[in-house]
């Protein structure tokens, strides 16, 4: 049997919880087209009873912190860095990569990495070709570059053999049939925020945490009461949109995904509150699970 720690690092968008997603089969963290998404450190485990388990964990990209929510990001980012048994290290093909090099460099890594080049759905084979050249001339410290498309589970088989071949001989961590440690109120609270991303631009979600206060089994549904937290009045005032309609908007799209993940009907009520400043807010951070 082989188990380890599969951690995936990469700058913000390069496609990091999509791979994750891709892997496990499930979607397990969300996804959007706006940086910063991720807050968490996600972890998702892909076993093969008698075979292999991996721990894959997703991670917030890879930022200068500006405020103490990155600096929280950060750290889940150091705390990756420090129980990885194989580093993913992804970049964004479609991209100039010497930002990416350069972070990759940056981190001083003592364990097997696996360079990923992600996106390559939108380049030509000789673009691929070229990039992977761009890598390999970079560093030799890479075991495996290998190109994927995480979005189009393109070449994935390829990068799960790589994986399993450098993954350490060992018992697996956690039963079979789990997918993860983290709980269910988590993912709950992260397709509200999902949503956030999906609907609002500007600086919208960046300000916006979500808590779950009630998450409660009734006879055949489950009620989920879910504050969605905002730094200023004006911008309660954009979530809720004309009449409600926004929140509304959010409110079904989110209890559509949050149904379909927890193979149950729920009963989903959100409120607005204005947190002024809650992301340089030490109490505020923990409170919201930062
Ligand atoms: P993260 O910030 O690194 O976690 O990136 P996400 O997984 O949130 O993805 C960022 C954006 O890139 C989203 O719009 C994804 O749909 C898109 N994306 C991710 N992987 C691929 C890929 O293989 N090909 C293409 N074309 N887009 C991708
Ligand atoms: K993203
Ligand atoms: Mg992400």
Redesign the pocket.
């Given at each position: 049997m082989k188990a380890g720690f599969v951690n995936i690092f990469?700058k913000?968008?390069?496609?990091?919880?999509?791979?994750l997603n891709a892997l496990v089969g499930e979607k397990m963290?969300i996804?959007?087209?706006k940086?910063q998404?991720?807050r968490h450190r996600i972890k998702a485990f892909l076993t093969k009873p008698g075979e292999y388990q991996v721990i894959f964990s997703?991670t917030p990209?890879i930022i200068e912190p500006k405020y103490k929510l990155h600096e929280r990001m950060m750290q889940s980012v150091k705390s990756a860095l420090e129980d990885a048994d194989i580093a993913l290290l992804?970049a964004d093909a479609t991209k100039n990569v010497d930002e990416a090099k350069e972070i990759f460099q940056s981190l001083r890594l003592k364990v097997p990495s696996i360079l990923v080049l992600?996106?390559v759905?939108?380049l030509k084979p000789a673009q691929i070709e070229a990039a992977i050249e761009n890598f390999r001339q970079s560093s030799s410290s890479y075991k495996k570059i290998i190109p994927?498309?995480?979005?189009?589970q393109d070449n994935l088989n390829a990068l799960l053999s790589a994986i399993i071949e450098l993954l350490p001989e060992g018992e697996s961590f956690y039963d079979e049939d789990e997918l993860t440690d983290l709980p269910t109120k988590f993912f709950v609270s992260e397709i509200i925020r999902e949503k956030v991303y999906e609907l609002f631009t500007e600086e919208i979600p960046y300000q916006t945490a979500v808590i779950i206060n009630e998450f409660k089994e009734k006879e055949s549904l489950i009620k989920i009461q879910a504050d969605i937290i905002v730094q200023r009045e004006s911008q309660k005032a954009i979530l809720l949109g004309e009449g409600g309609k926004m929140i509304k908007k959010l409110g079904t799209l989110a209890r559509t995904e949050i149904e379909s993940f927890l193979q149950q009907k729920i009963f989903l009520q959100l409120f607005i509150k204005v947190k002024p400043k809650w992301r340089d807010n030490d109490f505020k951070l923990r409170e919201y699970g930062y």
């Amino acid at each position: 049997m082989k188990a380890g720690f599969v951690n995936i690092f990469g700058k913000p968008n390069a496609g990091k919880s999509t791979l994750l997603n891709a892997l496990v089969g499930e979607k397990m963290a969300i996804v959007s087209s706006k940086v910063q998404t991720t807050r968490h450190r996600i972890k998702a485990f892909l076993t093969k009873p008698g075979e292999y388990q991996v721990i894959f964990s997703d991670t917030p990209g890879i930022i200068e912190p500006k405020y103490k929510l990155h600096e929280r990001m950060m750290q889940s980012v150091k705390s990756a860095l420090e129980d990885a048994d194989i580093a993913l290290l992804i970049a964004d093909a479609t991209k100039n990569v010497d930002e990416a090099k350069e972070i990759f460099q940056s981190l001083r890594l003592k364990v097997p990495s696996i360079l990923v080049l992600n996106k390559v759905d939108k380049l030509k084979p000789a673009q691929i070709e070229a990039a992977i050249e761009n890598f390999r001339q970079s560093s030799s410290s890479y075991k495996k570059i290998i190109p994927v498309s995480a979005l189009k589970q393109d070449n994935l088989n390829a990068l799960l053999s790589a994986i399993i071949e450098l993954l350490p001989e060992g018992e697996s961590f956690y039963d079979e049939d789990e997918l993860t440690d983290l709980p269910t109120k988590f993912f709950v609270s992260e397709i509200i925020r999902e949503k956030v991303y999906e609907l609002f631009t500007e600086e919208i979600p960046y300000q916006t945490a979500v808590i779950i206060n009630e998450f409660k089994e009734k006879e055949s549904l489950i009620k989920i009461q879910a504050d969605i937290i905002v730094q200023r009045e004006s911008q309660k005032a954009i979530l809720l949109g004309e009449g409600g309609k926004m929140i509304k908007k959010l409110g079904t799209l989110a209890r559509t995904e949050i149904e379909s993940f927890l193979q149950q009907k729920i009963f989903l009520q959100l409120f607005i509150k204005v947190k002024p400043k809650w992301r340089d807010n030490d109490f505020k951070l923990r409170e919201y699970g930062y």
